[in-house]
């Protein structure tokens, strides 16, 4: 079993639809990671959050850490937030080593 | 520059050439990450260092993979004799903070160095 699953794996979504993407992880965690990869490679940080829940613009990610689960909500939709989202976990353990685990990802289509 | 820069972007090797691959990290920032993402998986994590020190090498899948961070900036991630199973994207990533709770530091990603091994 993976540590870190994502669902949807592939989501197609109309503009200005509320899209909600899914994380859950079976390890102890030091933080939760949302990312955002766009064809070509390039990764952002999206959000990084141990607890609670962040709000930027129309995205929203939200953490229940005694069910370990997140989850990204995209508010109103838009064809530029078409990407691949990532959910990584940085371990909880007490050493220098800076693993993440990386889910799949979630490779998001929103249509015009 | 601002961001995380890496070179070459694309890179085709023949079976059994060796490559390099370089990662320039924001200017500052104490620990570096690789990570290999191959076609339609998540990035797994290679090595990570902490200013020069190589902390965590667990992830380098064979002794064909070599990384350094002589001065704490610059990184090279060196792969040798090339397979064709190491074609994927090698991502490297930067962080301002050390410290134990590294997986609590937020990131910043260069765009990769897609590699193809015919």
């Known amino acids: 079993k993976n540590e870190v699953e994502q669902s949807p794996q592939n989501l197609t979504a109309q503009e200005g639809e509320f899209i909600t993407i899914n994380c859950s992880y079976s390890?102890?965690?030091?933080?939760l990671h949302w990312l955002q990869q766009h064809p070509g490679g390039g990764i952002v940080s999206l959000f990084m959050?141990?607890?609670g829940k962040k709000k930027h613009g129309r995205l929203i990610a939200t953490i229940n850490i005694q069910e370990k689960h997140s989850s990204l909500h995209i508010t109103a939709s838009h064809p530029r937030d078409s990407a691949v989202y990532i959910c990584?976990?940085?371990?909880?353990?007490?050493?220098?080593?800076?693993?993440?685990?990386f889910g799949k990802g979630t490779k998001l289509s929103v249509k015009p | 520059g601002a961001g995380v820069s890496q070179s070459p972007r694309y890179k085709v090797a023949k079976r059994g050439q060796d490559v390099a691959l370089r990662c320039d990290p924001i200017?500052?920032?104490?620990?570096l990450f690789w990570y290999q993402q191959a076609l339609g998986q998540g990035p797994e994590f290679l090595t990570y260092?902490?200013?020069?020190?190589?902390?965590?090498k667990s992830g380098l899948p064979s002794d064909r993979f070599f990384a350094e961070r002589p001065e704490g900036s610059v990184s090279t991630l060196k792969i040798q004799r090339t397979q064709q199973e190491d074609s994927a994207v090698y991502l490297c990533?930067?962080?301002?903070?050390?410290?134990?709770?590294?997986?609590?530091?937020?990131?910043?990603f260069g765009a990769g160095s897609r590699l193809t091994v015919l």
């Open positions: 990533a930067s962080s301002l903070e050390r410290g134990r709770a590294s997986g609590a530091n937020v990131l910043t």
């Open positions: 390890v102890g965690i030091s933080a």
């Open positions: 959050l141990s607890s």
């Open positions: 990584a976990v940085g371990m909880n353990y007490g050493g220098s080593q800076g693993n993440l685990i």
């Open positions: 200017s500052g920032h104490v620990s």
């Open positions: 260092f902490q200013n020069e020190a190589q902390l965590d």
